[in-house]
């Protein structure tokens, strides 16, 4: 997703108009939601939409509608200058890809202030994207999306903005997802100068809403209608130049909302819904800021999200955290073992690439097997629409009760994010899936993955940063691969039956060959031959090198922002109880 592609205009007709989890878990907020059913046609106005817009059920629900030829809006008849807004909506169902609800403060005016949230449809299955921004004296760049931990189309539920002198906050039923501070005192602009509406509108746009403009709107599914009840507004309205609120530069001198702040409790839930839900986050996005990250990023991270923001940084730069890996020679080191030519070593050994066409995949292996090492391989995946495809890097034992330590790349649509799959296997049972999307592009250049494995744990790195580690917990009963010498083992493969969305999307063989590239493998590694083992007596550094504290603070923050699937948090598949190791830390 790149939010910054987004057009400022919410509709085409209102710039023409206007020149210018558990309910206990909900309740966290220092002050509660207002629930009233006040009237709507009392509160608003339907602004645009020829009909579309209607207001029913003696002015208590209002419903929008979008088809082919238009969408539909309206507006609020008051203007604020600071409040707290709650509107209860039921967004459009079933396949909504391509529309665009919206519901926004914002002020007339060419530099103007906005306070919004932007829902961005999705196909049938897949969840909508919530989108959240802050404009000030008409400059925005402040986005965070979010996917939501519920269906947001079954029933009817309370999106909340809360505006006063000191933050803006955005609650989803109660819970806070994002904060806002005023810090105008290290230059960041606020908005509490210009009065706003409330603005809301249904609209198409699937120029850019869902996959970057990759997968349009089915009209054959409109009209398109989004509902909406339950509107509140406890504000300072604005009229005639005043407000209804005493000096509000004066604390306490109206209601709770206007000096309210988010406390211990409400903090730490809006950082989980951040850590598990998040999924956009200028803030972190090195790429976008190359001279630097906005000022109100900095002030505000935590030690986790500046790391974060370190890391990504690195490696949009192509800095990584580790010494350079020394190039292995690819005749030397492997056999191509299958592919019928598929498979090439190029540049005097130096480059390998295995292909991928209807007839057939290929695949490599090394010559030598390993009984503990470090082991470094870079990759640059299929590029563009790799969708259906499997490029797999591992390291695996022979026998039926066989060991095994895997990297998947799992092929997607272009734009969508490969997912990047990893598991151990000891004695031919798995079962162990973590899954993550990576924080760069994996096509664009070669990145470095690597797997230490030895008698303590094995860890998992992508560019020399930690993101898995599986530790040897025999003494608890664990099993863990010690005994069995491996291989390493890669390939390109079609497994268009399970590989992208669970196998809905299949491959586009009118891309095909897919190619995937290698260089710069290295095996710092015990050799195992005839049963023998070719480390010395003295043990070599990785054979017991463990995770200092930093990596392993690295390694939260990959996981907590960019791990999409953890089979230790997967109580449906285990209804009798997640793995041991699981509850072990």
């Given amino acids: ?152 189309t079954a029933d009817f539920h309370t999106y909340t903005i809360l505006w006063n002198p000191q933050r803006i906050i955005f609650t989803v039923d109660g819970t806070p997802i994002r904060e806002f501070k005023n810090m105008e005192s290290i230059g960041t602009l606020f908005p509490k100068n210009r009065p706003m509406r409330m603005y809301s509108s249904l609209w198409n746009a699937d120029d850019w809403a869902t996959r970057g403009g990759l997968v349009k ?142 007839a057939s995949g290929s695949g490599f292996q090394s010559k030598k097997e390993y009984l503990f090492g470090k082991i470094d391989m870079q990759l640059k995946l299929v590029p563009g629409n790799s969708a259906g495809t499997v490029t797999a890097y591992y390291l695996k034992s022979k026998s039926d009760t066989w060991d095994e330590i895997d990297f998947e790349f799992l092929g997607n649509l272009t734009g969508d994010p490969y997912v990047m799959h990893t598991n151990v296997y000891t004695q031919g049972k798995g079962d162990r899936e973590q899954q993550f999307n990576l924080w760069f592009d994996p096509t664009a250049d070669f990145h470095t993955y690597s797997v230490l494995w030895n008698p303590h744990h094995i860890v998992f790195l992508v560019d020399g940063i930690a993101i898995r580690q599986f530790k040897n917990l025999e003494h608890r009963g664990i099993q863990y691969p010690k005994l069995q010498p491996m291989r390493l083992y890669s390939s390109l493969w079609n497994a268009d039956q399970w590989a992208t969305r669970g196998g809905l999307v299949k491959t586009d063989w009118s891309n095909a060959p897919f190619t995937a590239s290698y260089r710069n493998f290295r095996a710092d590694a015990c050799v195992s031959f005839a049963g023998k083992s070719s480390c010395p007596a003295s043990s070599p550094r990785w054979f017991t090198q463990k995770l200092d504290l930093t990596a392993e603070d690295k390694m939260r923050v990959v996981q907590s922002k960019f791990m999409v699937y953890n089979y230790c948090t997967d109580t449906k598949r285990f209804p009798q109880g997640v793995p041991k190791e699981c509850n072990i830390h």
């Fill in 1 to 152: 997703i790149n939010p910054t592609n987004k057009s400022q205009t919410k509709n085409p007709q209102e710039e023409k108009r206007n020149p210018y989890i558990s309910k206990n878990d909900k309740q966290l907020l220092t002050s509660s939601v207002s629930f009233s059913y006040p009237n709507f046609q009392k509160d608003v106005e339907i602004t645009w939409g020829d009909g579309r817009g209607q207001i029913t059920n003696n002015g208590e629900l209002l419903t929008l509608s979008l088809d082919k030829s238009s969408g539909s809006g309206f507006q609020s008849k008051n203007e604020y200058l600071f409040g707290k807004i709650d509107m209860q909506m039921k967004l459009v169902p079933g396949n909504s890809a391509g529309t665009v609800t919206t519901l926004y403060l914002k002020s007339p005016g060419t530099t103007w202030d906005e306070i919004d949230f932007e829902f961005l449809g999705n196909l049938s299955g897949d969840p909508y994207t919530l989108h959240t921004n802050v404009y000030t004296q008409g400059k925005g760049d402040k986005e965070q999306q979010f996917k939501l931990w519920f269906d947001p």
């Fill in 217 to 358: 709107t089915d009209w054959s599914k409109a009209p398109f209608t989004a509902s909406y009840r339950g509107f509140n507004q406890e504000a300072c309205v604005w009229s005639n130049g005043k407000s209804s609120c005493p000096d509000v530069s004066k604390q306490g001198t109206t209601g709770s909302w206007l000096s309210q702040e988010l406390d211990s409790t409400a903090q730490e839930r809006m950082r989980w819904v951040q850590r598990n839900y998040m999924i956009y986050n200028y803030c972190t996005d090195a790429k976008r800021f190359p001279e630097g990250l906005p000022k109100e990023c900095l002030a505000a991270m935590d030690r986790s999200t500046l790391i974060l923001s370190i890391l990504l940084t690195l490696t949009a730069t192509n800095t990584t955290f580790f010494s350079p890996v020394l190039a292995g020679t690819f005749d030397s080191e492997f056999d191509i073992t299958w592919g019928d030519g598929r498979g090439k070593v190029l540049n005097n050994g130096e480059l390998l690439t295995l292909s991928l066409d209807r």
